[in-house]
């Protein structure tokens, strides 16, 4: 096989500070670290080459000297020792409260997956990871940005027939409240209508007054900056389709915002 030299988009002090998270990952939970297959800096370098081209695991293996299954096995370890770097809603919340900021963003996106068969338990079957607005099976994954646009907390996922609503109302609402009420609101579109006090989304119908007008004008030029969230978070390749497992798509999004906050500057 031919053999060529490639460049990962990717700063040199990111890949040590993956590598450095994996080794204290093994120094905690490896008995026999010594009988690794391969070294930290192999795992942070398939891991990333994985999220930011999407490299296939096949080729993983075979150009880290892997078998497939170990390889599979590598990256889920990455996955979950890079996403628990991901900072709480909590912690972004207080953060952005302490830095005065005016607002922040709340948006939904579906991250496309595989189709997989997994009827609802209700009286009308049907499958939960389809979402009818997208017309494609994935998760629903909520993302908040601050007012620049920047994504800065992803939450758990949600099969993709989940509305983006209800979603919010399970991972993001009962801690977005509070934030509201010492001053920091959260703007959001149409489709979390009816949230209460605190989240402001654009006001529905047709024949609006010019006040009602305005205020829609006022509430999209505001939020146009935090439409770039999720397509910064999707830079990353693997997000773009994912063939893994669809519950693990909540741990990719918070591992792919780690990495993207470790690279703020080139956005």
């Known amino acids: ?15 040590r500070r993956v590598s450095a998270w994996l080794q204290h990952h093994r120094r905690v939970h490896d008995t026999r670290s010594y009988q ?24 993983l293996a075979r150009d880290h000297g892997l078998s497939q299954a170990t390889a599979y096995r590598y990256l889920h370890e990455a996955i979950d020792v890079v996403a628990d770097q991901a900072p ?3 912690d972004v919340l207080t953060g952005q409260l302490t830095a005065g900021a005016p607002f922040v963003c709340l948006d939904g996106t579906l991250i496309h997956t595989d189709r997989c068969a997994a009827p609802s338990t ?11 607005k997208h017309h494609h099976h994935g998760g629903n994954v909520q993302v908040l940005a601050d007012h620049t646009g920047f994504p800065l907390w992803t939450s758990p996922v949600e099969p993709g027939s989940t509305h983006d609503i209800t979603a919010a109302r399970t991972h993001a609402f009962p801690l977005l409240y509070p934030a509201a009420a010492k001053g920091l609101p959260t703007l959001a579109d149409k489709g979390y209508a009816g ?12 024949n609006l007054d010019r006040g009602n007008r305005a205020t829609n004008r006022l509430l999209r030029a505001l939020r146009a900056p935090a439409e770039r969230a999720n397509a910064i978070l999707k830079q990353h390749r693997a997000l773009r389709h994912v063939t893994l497992d669809p519950a693990r798509i909540g741990a990719i999004v918070a591992a792919a915002l780690v990495i993207t906050t470790m690279t703020r500057g080139r956005w």
């Not at 031919?2 to 700063?11: G, K, Q």
């Not at 800096?41 to 695991?57: E, G, K, M, S, Y």
């Not at 209700?122 to 009818?132: E, F, I, M």
């Open 1 to 15: 096989m031919l053999s060529y030299r490639a460049t990962l988009p990717v700063p040199l002090v990111v890949v």
């Open 88 to 90: 709480t809603l909590e």
């Open 36 to 59: 690794r297959a391969a070294t930290c800096w192999t795992q942070a370098v398939l891991f990333l080459r994985w999220l930011i081209d999407a490299t296939p695991v096949v080729r």
């Open 195 to 206: 949230a209460g006090i605190g989240i402001r989304t654009p006001i529905k119908g047709h």
């Open 122 to 132: 209700s009286t009308n079957s049907y499958d939960v990871w389809y979402s009818g």
